[in-house]
């Protein structure tokens, strides 16, 4: 059952589970048995969590803010998410189907990062990266930001943003263990989901705490709603993105890096101040203007680093030894996206939740369903599951 629910959930079609039962195991196992078995375990893991969340809910405020008490807190507690995107048959032969809608829906999906990291007496990085400067990862960003639907970097800018402390100039904080999130709920849900997961995870009593995310609104609705003890930190490769792509429509070579060194000094102020300037001079973007446009460009920018100024004090993050980007929610999305996004891939509302869930498992550090299977097998023979002391 355990490889039968681990091909199913992490390889990138039951048909292809089916396959590997078959070549690596010896044993001949439908796509619809391994598709069966696969929606009950995740639907047996979505119900605790379920319960998980309903009893974080019922606690007083003092003891959420505490953390559990049966795991050691990080000195680090990062919390990332963002989202991805999947296909969803809500309305699949519905004749009131609306107009407008489709199939595609949004994952959210969040990593609850323990980290530990040097706290420094002044910036450790105050020079701006050369690489930085004309950097293919940044254009990279500034193109998908122009597109609609969710942002999934390819391999080759994950590798730019993911950037080692060294490429930024200072020692940036280790990962000591991540945990993972993902759901197709909706993000009021996801938020009580996701401050849950953290509560277990011990962050509420971390040494330092910090929140990382692009600019996306329902991003930074749950951290004010979950998270606002949290340092705020807008990705930086995100940031840079929006100043590269107004840069563009500048006839100065220099504006680019120029915005970029403010950026990384703190000073982005400096940066709005020369967008209204240039925006005053070539006009505000008509309603119907395209994405492309060079006034559409320059307002989303400024409007952008208007709206997340208070989030962009990376001098003070450096200085704390926390993370500028939010490169290992970007990769865990595609880990995820693997298994459930394809254009041929068609879920319902049901399974999906139960790969979702499973997926999360499996890439979670403390292994989760390891404990799973112990109740699961008590739940099937009668048999007590004892908690072992800590």
Same mark, same amino acid.
Request: proline content about 5%.
């Given at each position: 059952?355990?490889?039968?629910?681990?091909?199913?959930?992490?390889?990138? /079609?039951? =048909? $292809? *589970? !089916?396959? &590997?039962?078959?070549?690596?195991?010896?044993?001949?196992?439908?796509?619809?048995?391994?598709?069966?078995?696969?929606?009950?375990?995740?639907?047996?893991?979505?119900?605790?969590?379920?319960?998980?969340?309903?009893?974080?809910?019922?606690?007083?405020?003092?003891?959420?803010?505490?953390?559990?008490?049966?795991?050691?807190?990080?000195?680090?507690?990062?919390?990332?998410?963002?989202?991805?995107?999947?296909?969803?048959?809500?309305?699949?032969?519905?004749?009131?189907?609306?107009?407008?809608?489709?199939?595609?829906?949004?994952?959210?999906?969040?990593?609850?990062?323990?980290?530990?990291?040097?706290?420094?007496?002044?910036?450790?990085?105050?020079?701006?990266?050369?690489?930085?400067?004309? /950097?293919? =990862? $940044? *254009? !990279?960003? &500034?193109?998908?930001?122009?597109?609609?639907?969710?942002?999934?970097?390819?391999?080759?800018?994950?590798?730019?943003?993911?950037?080692?402390?060294?490429?930024?100039?200072?020692?940036?904080?280790?990962?000591?263990?991540?945990?993972?999130?993902?759901?197709?709920?909706?993000?009021?849900?996801?938020?009580?989901?996701?401050?849950?997961?953290?509560?277990?995870?011990?962050?509420?009593?971390?040494?330092?705490?910090?929140?990382?995310?692009?600019?996306?609104?329902?991003?930074?609705?749950?951290?004010?709603?979950?998270?606002?003890?949290?340092?705020?930190?807008?990705?930086?490769?995100?940031?840079?993105?929006?100043?590269?792509?107004?840069?563009?429509?500048?006839?100065?070579?220099?504006?680019?890096?120029?915005?970029?060194?403010?950026?990384?000094?703190?000073?982005?102020?400096?940066?709005?101040?020369?967008?209204?300037?240039?925006?005053?001079?070539?006009?505000?973007?008509?309603?119907?203007?395209?994405?492309?446009?060079?006034?559409?460009?320059?307002?989303?920018?400024?409007?952008?680093?208007?709206?997340?100024?208070?989030?962009?004090?990376?001098?003070?993050?450096?200085?704390?030894?926390?993370?500028?980007?939010?490169?290992?929610?970007?990769?865990?999305?595609?880990?995820?996206?693997?298994?459930?996004?394809?254009?041929?891939?068609?879920?319902?509302?049901?399974?999906?939740?139960?790969?979702?869930?499973?997926?999360?498992?499996?890439?979670?550090?403390?292994?989760?369903?390891?404990?799973?299977?112990?109740?699961?097998?008590?739940?099937?023979?009668?048999?007590?599951?004892?908690?072992?002391?800590?």
């Amino acid at each position: 059952m355990q490889k039968m629910v681990w091909a199913g959930s992490s390889l990138g /079609s039951f =048909a $292809v *589970a !089916e396959e &590997a039962m078959r070549e690596l195991c010896g044993l001949s196992i439908s796509a619809r048995r391994i598709r069966r078995l696969v929606k009950q375990i995740g639907t047996e893991r979505v119900e605790e969590r379920a319960e998980a969340v309903e009893r974080f809910c019922q606690m007083d405020l003092p003891k959420q803010q505490a953390g559990s008490q049966a795991i050691a807190p990080p000195e680090i507690g990062v919390i990332s998410m963002d989202g991805g995107r999947y296909q969803r048959r809500d309305h699949f032969g519905d004749k009131d189907r609306p107009a407008e809608s489709n199939h595609w829906k949004e994952d959210k999906v969040a990593c609850l990062l323990s980290m530990r990291g040097q706290v420094h007496a002044n910036d450790p990085s105050p020079e701006f990266p050369e690489w930085l400067s004309n /950097s293919s =990862a $940044v *254009a !990279e960003l &500034a193109k998908i930001a122009e597109k609609a639907g969710g942002f999934e970097p390819s391999s080759s800018c994950q590798q730019h943003a993911a950037g080692t402390g060294e490429a930024f100039g200072y020692k940036s904080p280790e990962l000591v263990s991540r945990e993972v999130l993902a759901s197709g709920a909706d993000a009021e849900s996801f938020g009580w989901q996701l401050a849950a997961a953290a509560w277990q995870r011990g962050f509420p009593a971390a040494q330092r705490q910090v929140f990382v995310a692009d600019g996306a609104h329902a991003n930074w609705t749950i951290h004010r709603k979950h998270f606002s003890h949290a340092v705020p930190i807008l990705d930086l490769m995100h940031a840079l993105s929006y100043a590269y792509a107004a840069a563009e429509c500048v006839e100065e070579d220099a504006a680019y890096p120029r915005w970029a060194g403010w950026i990384w000094s703190g000073e982005v102020d400096r940066v709005i101040q020369e967008l209204r300037l240039l925006q005053e001079r070539i006009g505000q973007p008509p309603p119907d203007v395209g994405a492309s446009d060079p006034r559409r460009r320059v307002h989303r920018a400024m409007t952008y680093y208007e709206n997340h100024r208070a989030r962009m004090n990376y001098p003070e993050y450096r200085r704390l030894g926390l993370p500028l980007t939010s490169s290992h929610i970007e990769s865990t999305i595609k880990l995820i996206a693997t298994r459930v996004k394809g254009s041929e891939k068609f879920w319902s509302r049901s399974i999906s939740e139960a790969v979702l869930q499973l997926r999360a498992d499996y890439l979670s550090s403390s292994r989760p369903l390891d404990t799973f299977w112990v109740r699961h097998q008590a739940r099937q023979t009668g048999v007590n599951a004892y908690h072992q002391a800590g």
